[in-house]
């Protein structure tokens, strides 16, 4: 894939691995990232037998560019509710959402009396670097309606914009926090339909 020259995308800050906090806020540790320190307690086989038949392989974290750990631990988070996981057992089921590099990864650096939140931000750390930063801020600046339409040349307008949206919407979960919002994917999308054939299209539907 041929990548246009852009503005470097600044370096991202890695984050420590999480220590134990002096006092522990009340939350939801079914939602809340960044996660905390909690210790490990042993969870039984038969749980993680129903953790493992609920998780779709397809959806297991690869280490990849566009493959996101934070969207697998939202669902990862959404298992472990259903079956009643506590966040002090999440380490016992992590390594089965994991394929891969990852799993590589994973299986060489994590220690087993590592804390879930510990194996967590080694593996984001790792993975989630500055190429695959500079990957997603490439794609986010000269994605275009008129390059999303020759790519897929049987769909109508309306399908390729849709996968537009859907492309710009993964670039902006990727690329995070300084890219969020509404304003900022429609300011997005405007530009990469901006003299392309859906503006084209549009106005000539105004005129009908």
Not at 56 to 68: V, W
Not at 84 to 90: A, G, H, R, S
Request: charge should be positive; charged fraction near 20%.
């Amino acid at each position: 894939m041929t990548y246009c020259e852009v503005t470097p995308f600044p370096q991202q800050p890695t984050s420590g691995v999480p220590f134990r906090p002096p006092a522990l806020l009340p939350h939801d540790p079914y939602k809340t990232l960044p996660l905390r320190w909690s210790r490990n307690n042993r969870l039984n086989a038969s749980t993680i037998t129903q953790f493992s038949k609920l998780w779709d392989n397809s959806n297991k974290y690869t280490g990849n560019a566009y493959n996101l750990l934070d969207d697998k631990i939202k669902i990862f988070f959404s298992i472990c509710w259903q079956v009643n996981i506590k966040e002090e057992e999440f380490h016992a089921v992590f390594p089965r959402i994991l394929t891969g590099r990852a799993e590589m990864f994973y299986i060489q650096v994590i220690k087993r009396d590592d804390s879930f939140a510990s194996a967590y931000t080694a593996i984001k750390n790792h993975f989630d670097h500055d190429v695959h930063h500079q990957h997603y801020y490439t794609d986010w600046t000269t994605t275009t309606f008129a390059q999303t339409r020759t790519e897929n040349p049987n769909k109508g307008l309306h399908k390729v914009l849709q996968i537009l949206l859907d492309k710009l919407q993964l670039c902006q979960r990727a690329l995070r926090k300084n890219f969020e919002g509404e304003d900022a994917l429609r300011t997005t999308v405007i530009n990469a339909c901006r003299g392309g054939s859906f503006q084209t299209y549009d106005l000539q539907s105004k005129r009908t």
